[in-house]
């Protein structure tokens, strides 16, 4: 593992998102709860939050850290049609949240994956990207 104990302990903020690609109807099923493995969004988002506490027992050498806060969010995309996850991981540590962010937004598409599948089984999971993180040595990063 990296050394991070010389670092600063400083608030720090990452901001993942990503998609999942679905047909209509597939869609309108998932936001109108109306799935036969119940609310998918409830389910989602409570993975993608244990998910991302659970991150350094998942990925090799990854740091264990407090988050301080959590915020996942689901909405409906027209165009092609699917769901955008964005998951927001606050923490004040010597190490970035980037990896939890990441991982919340990842198990999240793979929660909504699952419970849509009944309807669907060619979704596509896709777009899974850091956007933003502040804090930290290396300042601030916002990407498209």
């Not at 690609?21 to 389910?43: C, N, S, W």
């Not at 991150?55 to 990854?62: D, G, M, N, Q, S």
């Not at 923490?91 to 939890?100: C, F, I, K, L, Q």
Request: proline content about 5%.
């Amino acid at each position: 593992m990296v050394e991070v104990g010389g670092k600063p302990v400083t608030a720090r903020e990452a901001v993942a998102e990503g998609e999942l690609r679905m047909t209509p109807a597939t869609r309108r099923a998932l936001f109108q709860g109306k799935l036969p493995k119940g609310d998918a969004l409830a389910v989602a988002r409570t993975a993608g939050f244990l998910a991302a506490k659970k991150t350094a027992e998942l990925i090799p050498l990854c740091h264990p850290i407090a988050t301080t806060g959590i915020d996942i969010d689901i909405v409906q995309v027209p165009r092609p049609s699917g769901a955008r996850v964005r998951a927001s991981v606050r923490v004040v540590e010597r190490t970035g949240a980037e990896m939890e962010a990441l991982t919340a937004v990842s198990v999240t598409l793979l929660t909504l994956y699952d419970m849509c599948k009944a309807l669907q089984k060619d979704m596509v999971i896709e777009k899974v990207r850091l956007r933003r993180k502040t804090g930290g040595r290396s300042g601030d990063l916002r990407l498209k």
